[in-house]
């Protein structure tokens, strides 16, 4: 492990035996929280500068911890004042490392309210299967394949993104974590993983973004177009008796559901059995005020399972 990617799992560590918590909102509540108190407002705790991002001084967090940040190259410093470029969000008794808040760089490593829902939709499912092999694809954090690796020990789980900076941060999650049974491997989706899996998850994104930064663009017009292709290249690699599980995001346009009906089409020819439940009706309200969703009514976050005979 480089220097850099040691001082952050020696950070994480550190949160972690401290007691450190946080939930991560979504980036239009953060940014309410924090213009609270006036942006210039400095931190006081350890949740103000890992979770909320504000600004601190060096006796707030002690030299070990600044330390530990200038090693990592994750802190800017401006006229005695310092901010954490990283945050750390925990879920149970987990704690990830990811992007600092605003995510406004193309490789930013999300985390928030889609992960917890995607997190919840995952463990309603694990007493329906016991993989052998499992890949979590566009796995930004790792959050998703790093729960299933703890809890299948025995199991070969896959973290696969694109980025290389989201399976840096995955790297060091899943030894944060202690999946150890969690590998990273770099791909386009499956293009470059081979095999079969007996569970395959996902929680890709499903926004258009003007910047296309590949956290947040799912392509396309409502942004359902690298779903879509999840779920074409997940149900040719099912093993027998396998699932997919798929969290994602659709535009509801005069009461119809976009992604769902495109989903249907590929789940028609394939023969395969599958649910589709709508589990948060409205998510990312402000995305509405963009043009390009001027004929939505609402952006709904879904969940598709697939199970292969």
Same mark, same amino acid.
């Given at each position: 492990?480089?220097?850099?990617? %040691?001082?952050?799992?020696? *950070? !994480? =560590?550190?949160?972690? /035996? &401290?007691?450190?918590?946080?939930?991560?909102?979504?980036?239009?509540?953060?940014?309410?929280?924090?213009?609270?108190?006036?942006?210039?407002?400095?931190?006081?705790?350890?949740?103000?500068?890992?979770?909320?991002?504000?600004?601190?001084?060096?006796?707030?967090?002690?030299?070990?911890?600044?330390?530990?940040?200038?090693?990592?190259?994750?802190?800017?410093?401006?006229?005695?004042?310092?901010?954490?470029?990283?945050?750390?969000?925990?879920?149970?008794?987990?704690?990830?490392?990811?992007?600092?808040?605003?995510?406004?760089?193309?490789?930013?490593?999300?985390?928030?309210?889609?992960?917890?829902?995607?997190?919840?939709?995952?463990?309603?499912?694990?007493?329906?299967?016991?993989?052998?092999?499992?890949?979590?694809?566009?796995?930004?954090?790792? %959050?998703?394949?790093?729960? *299933? !690796? =703890?809890?299948?020990? /025995? &199991?070969?789980?896959?973290?696969?993104?694109?980025?290389?900076?989201?399976?840096?941060?995955?790297?060091?999650?899943?030894?944060?974590?202690?999946?150890?049974?969690?590998?990273?491997?770099?791909?386009?989706?499956?293009?470059?993983?081979?095999?079969?899996?007996?569970?395959?998850?996902?929680?890709?994104?499903?926004?258009?973004?003007?910047?296309?930064?590949?956290?947040?663009?799912?392509?396309?017009?409502?942004?359902?177009?690298?779903?879509?292709?999840?779920?074409?290249?997940?149900?040719?690699?099912?093993?027998?008796?396998?699932?997919?599980?798929?969290?994602?995001?659709?535009?509801?346009?005069?009461?119809?559901?976009?992604?769902?009906?495109?989903?249907?089409?590929?789940?028609?020819?394939?023969?395969?059995?599958?649910?589709?439940?709508?589990?948060?009706?409205?998510?990312?309200?402000?995305?509405?005020?963009?043009?390009?969703?001027?004929?939505?009514?609402?952006?709904?976050?879904?969940?598709?399972?697939?199970?292969?005979?």
């Amino acid at each position: 492990m480089k220097n850099a990617d %040691a001082a952050l799992l020696e *950070l !994480g =560590r550190g949160l972690k /035996e &401290a007691g450190y918590t946080f939930v991560t909102v979504t980036p239009e509540s953060h940014r309410r929280v924090i213009a609270r108190g006036g942006r210039a407002a400095e931190a006081r705790t350890l949740r103000d500068v890992f979770g909320w991002n504000r600004r601190f001084r060096a006796a707030a967090v002690g030299p070990d911890v600044l330390e530990l940040l200038h090693q990592a190259a994750a802190v800017d410093e401006e006229g005695g004042l310092y901010t954490s470029r990283i945050r750390f969000s925990t879920y149970r008794d987990f704690i990830f490392l990811h992007s600092g808040y605003p995510t406004l760089a193309g490789d930013s490593v999300f985390f928030g309210p889609d992960t917890y829902r995607f997190l919840a939709a995952l463990e309603r499912c694990l007493a329906e299967t016991h993989p052998g092999r499992a890949i979590d694809i566009g796995a930004g954090s790792g %959050a998703g394949g790093i729960v *299933l !690796g =703890r809890h299948f020990t /025995e &199991a070969e789980i896959v973290l696969s993104d694109i980025s290389e900076q989201a399976l840096r941060y995955a790297r060091i999650n899943a030894e944060l974590n202690t999946a150890r049974n969690a590998v990273t491997h770099q791909s386009d989706v499956l293009a470059d993983i081979a095999g079969k899996f007996d569970l395959i998850i996902s929680n890709p994104p499903y926004l258009v973004d003007p910047k296309a930064r590949l956290y947040r663009d799912g392509g396309g017009a409502l942004g359902s177009d690298l779903s879509l292709r999840i779920l074409r290249e997940s149900i040719e690699r099912l093993a027998p008796g396998g699932r997919l599980l798929l969290y994602t995001g659709s535009a509801v346009v005069d009461g119809a559901d976009s992604f769902a009906a495109l989903a249907e089409q590929e789940l028609r020819q394939s023969g395969l059995v599958y649910t589709y439940a709508e589990v948060d009706p409205d998510v990312f309200g402000e995305e509405l005020e963009s043009g390009v969703y001027a004929t939505a009514d609402r952006i709904a976050a879904v969940t598709l399972t697939v199970a292969a005979p």
